[in-house]
T-cell receptor, first 113, second 113 residues
Framework: DTAVSQTPKYLVTQMGNDKSIKCEQN?????MYWYKQDSKKFLKIMFS???????INETVPNRFSPKSPDKAHLNLHINSLELGDSAVYFC????????????FGSGTRLTVV | AQSVTQPDIHITVSEGASLELRCNYS??????LFWYVQSPGQGLQLLLK??????LVQGIKGFEAEFKRSQSSFNLRKPSVHWSDAAEYFC???????????FGKGTKLSVKP
């Protein structure tokens, strides 16, 4: 049983397209996150949801829109994709208190051509 | 502002040699500290964490880390490195008052036969 699953694992698309990445966790965690990992491996928080409520919204272009239909799911929709959006996007989940650490998904490698 | 510094971008060690990866943090409150490992093409896996108590913590895969408050450090160690330890290692800091983790830029570990 995969604890945090992301789909798709790879996504190649043209500039200007709209795409979505889905994330699901079966750990019973109440907080979920999206992180972006750039080509230099730097991990940067994008969004965080706690029980379907947006609690962290870092400086991210508004072309990126997260949606959490329930606390087990957090999706990321990206409009008008740009070359600079190419990266690996990680979903993670945790209990509310970060003491427990995160459980990460295996990532979605997005390539915009 | 909170920050995590991993001074070494890339380290190469011989198989069987000892390893120490450095991590320094800047945080106003009592931090939670984590080490994660990322194998190529994979998500991040939690190696170990510290939040209070004994300053030497044991993790999975034979890793340990020592919290030194006076030096604001949380260095990761392993007495004998195996070829399968080659990966990217991330230090992260969090706190009870802050939901998200802040990650260092990572240290890439290469292992020579």
């Amino acid at each position: 049983d995969t604890a945090v699953s992301q789909t798709p694992k790879y996504l190649v698309t043209q500039m200007g397209n709209d795409k979505s990445i889905k994330c699901e966790q079966n750990l019973g965690h109440d907080t979920m996150y999206w992180y972006k990992q750039d080509s230099k491996k730097f991990l940067k928080i994008m969004f965080s949801y706690n029980n379907k409520e947006l609690i962290i919204n870092e400086t991210v272009p508004n072309r990126f829109s997260p949606k959490s239909p329930d606390k087990a799911h957090l999706n990321l929709h990206i409009n008008s994709l740009e070359l600079g959006d190419s990266a690996v996007y990680f979903c993670a989940s945790s209990q509310t208190d970060s003491y427990y650490g995160y459980t990460f998904g295996s990532g979605t490698r997005l390539t915009v051509v | 502002a909170q920050s995590v510094t991993q001074p070494d971008i890339h380290i190469t060690v011989s198989e069987g040699a000892s390893l120490e990866l450095r991590c320094n943090y800047s945080y106003g409150a009592t931090p939670y500290l984590f080490w994660y490992v990322q194998s190529p093409g994979q998500g991040l896996q939690l190696l170990l964490k510290y939040f209070s108590g004994d300053t030497l913590v044991q993790g999975i895969k034979g890793f340990e880390a020592e919290f030194k408050r006076s030096q604001s450090s949380f260095n990761l160690r392993k007495p004998s490195v195996h070829w399968s330890d080659a990966a990217e290692y991330f230090c992260a800091v969090g706190a009870r008052s802050q939901g998200n983790l802040i990650f260092g830029k990572g240290t890439k570990l290469s292992v020579k036969p």
